[in-house]
């Protein structure tokens, strides 16, 4: 029995170092340029081990994802967490906490979005896993005088706060620098005043 034991957590533990190993490799050379023998060589492991727990670089990406929504709900749970976007500071709470998620994560969210944009089976599959999170903002919309669907206007919600995220956080050099803070008040209140939650 002991016996099990330990494999299982040698198993959980190469597991781990696979998924970090990628998270380094594609932060140096991109999701689209990494190889599964750059991240077995990153993660010291022999490629068959790579197989043993995933069964390509996309369910990799796939595991990477899950790990990063059940990091989202537990942020969820944190203290402060408002629900009522007619309060600019709940849409500041979630903006804020999205800011510094994208940043804290970049390398993967970069990942992310360039994996979706080659593989529309992968895409498709990254959209019902944040379908809850949708879900979620949609619920936090009650009581406003929605533009449309509240469903689209989460879709309309989060797709501006990553597209926002993604150039400002990306690493590309084009945008001009904000800090964290210009970036957060500015998207919270062009957010809050599109939602019809009121002056900012």
């Given amino acids: 029995m002991a016996a099990v034991g330990m494999r299982k957590q040698q198993a959980a533990q190469t597991e781990a170092e696979l998924k970090a190993a990628a998270i380094r490799v594609f932060e140096r050379v991109g999701y689209l340029n990494a190889k599964i023998t750059d991240i077995t060589t990153e993660a010291g492991r022999a490629t068959g081990s790579f197989y043993k727990h995933f069964a390509s670089k996309e369910a990799l990406l796939e595991a990477l ?3 990063l929504l059940a990091e989202g709900d537990e942020s969820a749970e944190l203290e402060g967490h408002l629900d009522d976007f007619r309060d600019r500071a709940a849409v500041r709470w979630h903006v804020s906490a999205y800011w510094h998620f994208h940043r804290r994560h970049r390398p993967l969210m970069v990942a992310l979005q360039q994996a979706a944009i080659v593989d529309e089976g992968f895409a498709r599959r990254s959209q019902e896993l944040l379908e809850p999170d949708l879900h979620h903002i949609a619920d936090h919309m009650r009581g406003l005088d929605l533009p449309g669907d509240p469903l689209v206007a989460a879709s309309l919600f989060t797709t501006t ?8 956080l990306g690493g590309h050099g084009r945008a001009p620098e904000v800090s964290d803070d210009e970036a957060i008040e500015t998207l919270t209140s062009f957010l809050h005043a599109g939602l ?5």
């Fill in 65 to 67: 994802l899950a790990d």
């Fill in 161 to 168: 706060l990553s597209g926002f995220a993604a150039t400002y």
């Fill in 196 to 200: 019809g939650g009121g002056p900012s």
